[in-house]
């Protein structure tokens, strides 16, 4: 029973410092200031009081004196606090940005004598606290709106970078002093305003395509990553054989060259031809679309002819043993043929006067009679002797036959 009370004391104990640790560790010394201030925001009783950053204390109560917050610090130890202490040195500032807020606060210098408990640092002397929103109310809407889609985005951009955003920080410093060098530089030798005038003109330029933007940078980010692929080693043999490429290149280029010009006047020549080809497309459409109505008999034509194809076909498969004999016979006929080509006239008169013989019968049916004439060839065809008065050439030449015809030494024949 004994331990259980001691536990039970013990642990009364602890909540009792737990609740009131907040107002600083019991049983020590402290001093306290008054200090009046025209608007304190969200302060709250339990803020840091503060002097160089470093906190010292805490605000023990905040109550209203007429039409002015009284805040009471508490401050830890005995720290003197003299009336020149807040000579526009205690401010309420801002200790997060959840809202959180402190106390700035300066004890000021002692030959202005130590302040009384009772007395109150006036107003005057103090700077009142700065709200967000307040700051945010001197913008016009438009501005607001356009501060806090600029919050979103880049609180966005950064949610899942915190690794990224510590090694930025991280390399700041030396940023910095470059970037303390390019502005010296930039603002001796550059335009700023006109600079900044561009960078506007080029900022309105991306308004409205974030999306691709984003989405350009994803791919970028790919692309460097596969580009630094074992540790670029690929690109580093890129490069070192990039040279003689590019003069295998030039050297290939040079031999395009001549192909080139000769396309060059090809394309030249072509010219006139495309023209009129392009002249002409207006009658080319005429004639297809009047030839829609004949293409469209087509179908019918090649319907009623299927009967005489399907005969063709068995015609021709019983022609095919045929005719590699007839190709045979053709081409033995080829010769003779040559022979009897200059006599084509002769051959073809002969035709005309056998036709002349024929056309004429009686009723008993005797179309041809053949009757025999005599003539001195009679008698001297069979003497071996030549007729002085026959100059009939039994191997004539092409053409001669149909002289002799008409004349010969005796005269008309």
């Given at each position: 029973?004994?331990?259980?009370?001691?536990?039970?004391?013990?642990?009364?104990?602890?909540?009792?410092?737990?609740?009131?640790?907040?107002?600083?560790?019991?049983?020590?010394?402290?001093?306290?200031?008054?200090?009046?201030?025209?608007?304190?925001?969200?302060?709250?009783?339990?803020?840091?009081?503060?002097?160089?950053?470093?906190?010292?204390?805490?605000?023990?109560?905040?109550?209203?004196?007429?039409?002015?917050?009284?805040?009471?610090?508490?401050?830890?130890?005995?720290?003197?606090?003299?009336?020149?202490?807040?000579?526009?040195?205690?401010?309420?500032?801002?200790?997060?940005?959840?809202?959180?807020?402190?106390?700035?606060?300066?004890?000021?210098?002692?030959?202005?004598?130590?302040?009384?408990?009772?007395?109150?640092?006036?107003?005057?002397?103090?700077?009142?606290?700065?709200?967000?929103?307040?700051?945010?109310?001197?913008?016009?809407?438009?501005?607001?709106?356009?501060?806090?889609?600029?919050?979103?985005?880049?609180?966005?951009?950064?949610?899942?970078?915190?690794?990224?955003?510590?090694?930025?920080?991280?390399?700041?410093?030396?940023?910095?002093?470059?970037?303390?060098?390019?502005?010296?530089?930039?603002?001796?030798?550059?335009?700023?305003?006109?600079?900044?005038?561009?960078?506007?003109?080029?900022?309105?330029?991306?308004?409205?395509?974030?999306?691709?933007?984003?989405?350009?940078?994803?791919?970028?980010?790919?692309?460097?990553?596969?580009?630094?692929?074992?540790?670029?080693?690929?690109?580093?043999?890129?490069?070192?054989?990039?040279?003689?490429?590019?003069?295998?290149?030039?050297?290939?280029?040079?031999?395009?060259?001549?192909?080139?010009?000769?396309?060059?006047?090809?394309?030249?020549?072509?010219?006139?031809?495309?023209?009129?080809?392009?002249?002409?497309?207006?009658?080319?459409?005429?004639?297809?679309?009047?030839?829609?109505?004949?293409?469209?008999?087509?179908?019918?034509?090649?319907?009623?002819?299927?009967?005489?194809?399907?005969?063709?076909?068995?015609?021709?498969?019983?022609?095919?043993?045929?005719?590699?004999?007839?190709?045979?016979?053709?081409?033995?006929?080829?010769?003779?043929?040559?022979?009897?080509?200059?006599?084509?006239?002769?051959?073809?008169?002969?035709?005309?006067?056998?036709?002349?013989?024929?056309?004429?019968?009686?009723?008993?049916?005797?179309?041809?009679?053949?009757d025999i004439l005599a003539n001195t060839e009679s008698v001297s065809g069979t003497v071996p002797v030549p007729d002085p008065i026959t100059a009939r050439n039994p191997y004539p030449a092409p053409g001669?036959?149909?002289?002799?015809?008409?004349?010969?030494?005796?005269?008309?024949?």
């Open positions: 029973m004994l331990v259980g009370l001691l536990v039970l004391a013990l642990f009364a104990g602890s909540l009792v410092f737990a609740f009131n640790a907040t107002m600083g560790v019991p049983w020590h010394d402290h001093t306290y200031a008054k200090v009046a201030f025209n608007d304190v925001g969200s302060l709250r009783t339990g803020d840091d009081v503060r002097i160089n950053s470093v906190r010292v204390g805490q605000v023990s109560k905040i109550e209203l004196s007429g039409m002015q917050p009284v805040v009471t610090l508490k401050l830890d130890g005995d720290r003197p606090v003299y009336r020149d202490a807040t000579a526009a040195a205690a401010s309420v500032g801002a200790r997060s940005a959840l809202g959180q807020k402190f106390i700035d606060f300066s004890a000021g210098t002692p030959p202005a004598g130590r302040l009384g408990p009772e007395e109150v640092v006036p107003a005057n002397q103090t700077v009142p606290s700065q709200e967000l929103s307040d700051v945010l109310d001197v913008l016009d809407p438009p501005t607001r709106e356009a501060l806090g889609k600029t919050l979103r985005e880049a609180g966005g951009g950064m949610a899942g970078h915190s690794g990224d955003l510590h090694d930025a920080v991280g390399t700041a410093p030396g940023m910095l002093k470059d970037l303390g060098t390019v502005s010296r530089t930039a603002g001796a030798q550059t335009d700023l305003a006109g600079m900044l005038r561009s960078a506007d003109t080029l900022a309105s330029r991306f308004s409205g395509r974030e999306q691709q933007l984003s989405s350009l940078i994803s791919q970028s980010d790919s692309t460097l990553r596969a580009v630094g692929v074992d540790g670029g080693e690929p690109l580093n043999a890129t490069l070192r054989q990039g040279p003689d490429a590019l003069r295998d290149a030039r050297e290939a280029l040079e031999l395009v060259q001549e192909p080139l010009q000769h396309t060059e006047s090809a394309m030249t020549q072509l010219r006139p031809g495309a023209e009129a080809l392009a002249a002409a497309t207006p009658d080319i459409r005429g004639v297809l679309r009047e030839g829609v109505a004949p293409l469209n008999k087509v179908p019918g034509v090649m319907h009623q002819a299927e009967p005489a194809v399907a005969d063709l076909t068995g015609v021709f498969a019983d022609a095919r043993p045929l005719a590699p004999k007839v190709g045979r016979a053709l081409d033995l006929a080829n010769e003779p043929l040559q022979q009897l080509a200059p006599y084509s006239p002769e051959i073809g008169l002969w035709f005309t006067y056998a036709r002349d013989a024929l056309k004429d019968g009686d009723a008993a049916g005797h179309w041809l009679r053949i001669q036959a149909q002289q002799e015809k008409r004349s010969g030494i005796g005269g008309g024949r």
